[in-house]
C-alpha cells in the first residue's frame, strides 16, 4: 500500500523536483503573451505565455521588471526566460521570468485582426446599423451559462429595476472548444424569441477565457440577429469581436442589465410629471373651451331673436315716439296756420260785414246786388248778422 501524503507534502516534494531539475533552470519559452497585468503594489508582473494549444502562467517579480526595456503588450510574440517552478499554496507550476526578449506580432493576434478587418469589411461593424436599444422592454432574452454569476447580476438588477419584465433565459458555454456553436445556437433561439433586447453576458476571466468570443461565427451571429443585441462580456477593460458587432457594448452583465432596463423610480417620475403637465394642459383647454363658450353665448345673447326683437321693438318705440313728436310740432304748426286762415277767413266773412250793421238780400235764395234784379211786389230775404226777415218790395227807386 503506498503511503498517505497530504497536499501541501505532494506540492512541496514537486516543487523540490523541479527545482533540482537543471533542465528547468534558464530555460527559455516562446510563445505570445496574455494578460499581461504589472500590480500596483508591489511592481510583479504576472502574465501568462500560449501557444495554439496550451499556455503557461508566469511571473516575473519587480526588480526584473525595471529592467525591461519595452512594455509587454498582449498578442506579442515573446521569448521569456526563466526557472520553472511550483506555487506551493495553488499547486501550479509557472515560470519564474527574468528575462522577456520580443519575437514580433503573435500568430493569434494576427488571425484576431485578420477577422476584424473581414468582418469590418463585411459591415458588421457598421455603426449606421446598430439598433436602438428599447426603453421599456417586456421581455429580455439572456444567453450565457446557466452556473454564471453573470446571470444573477442581471436578473437581480432587473428586478430591482423593472420587476414587470419577463426574463428568459437561453443557456450556452461561454468556454471551451464547443462554446462558439451554443452561442450561436442560443442567440438564434433568443433572436425568435419574440424578446425585446438580447444581452449576451459572461463575467470577467483571462483573454483566452474570452477567446470564444472572438470566433468568426459568434460575431456573425450576433450581426444576424433581427432584436437588438448589448454585449457584456468580461471587464470594462476587455473587448471581443462580438462587442464591435453588437449594437451596444456594455462594459459589465451588470451594467448591461442597467442599460437594458428603466429604473422603475425614474419612471414614476415621468409619469408624475406627465401627469402634472397633463393636468395643466387639460386645465389650459378647459380655460379656453370656458372662455370660447362665454364668447359663443355673447355672440347668441347679441345676435339672439329675442335680442333682435328688442332692439326692434326699442327702435319701433323710439320712431313712434319721433313720430309722435313730429305730428305734434305738424299739428301745431298746422294750427297755428289754420288759427292764422279762420283769422283772414273771419275777416272776410260777410257775418262780420253783417255785424256791423250790414244786411244780406236774398230772391229765389240768389243774392241782390243790383236794383235792377227787384221788381215791386217782389218778396226777397233779409238776412242779418243774428237773423233773417221776409219783405216785399213796394217801390223800386
Known sequence: MSSVITVSQLNRYLASKLRSDLKLKGIAVKGEISNFNIHYKSGHAYFTVKDSSSALKAVMFSSSVSRLKFVPEDGMSVLVMGNIEVYERDGVYQIIATEIATLGVGVMHVQLEQTKKKLEKMGVFDVNKKKKIPLVPKKIAVVTSLTAAALQDIIHIAERRYPVCN??????????????????????????????????????????????????????????????????VGHETDSTLADYAADMRAPTPSAAAEIATPDKADILNAVRLLRQKLDKAMKLKLDKAVSQIESCDKLLKLYSPEKRLEQSEKAVCDLEKRLSQIMERRFEKLSVKLDGYVSFLNMLSPFNILGRGYAIVQKDESVVDSVSMLNVDDEVNIKLSDGSVSAKITFVK
Open 167 to 232: 426574463i428568459e433565459v437561453y443557456p450556452a458555454q461561454v468556454q471551451g472548444t464547443a462554446a462558439a456553436q451554443t452561442i450561436c445556437k442560443a442567440l438564434s433561439a433568443a433572436d425568435k424569441s419574440g424578446a425585446d433586447t438580447i444581452i449576451l453576458a459572461r463575467g470577467g476571466g483571462s483573454s483566452e477565457d474570452l477567446m470564444v468570443f472572438n470566433d468568426e461565427a459568434v460575431a456573425l451571429a450576433v450581426y444576424a440577429c433581427n432584436t437588438p443585441v448589448i454585449s457584456a
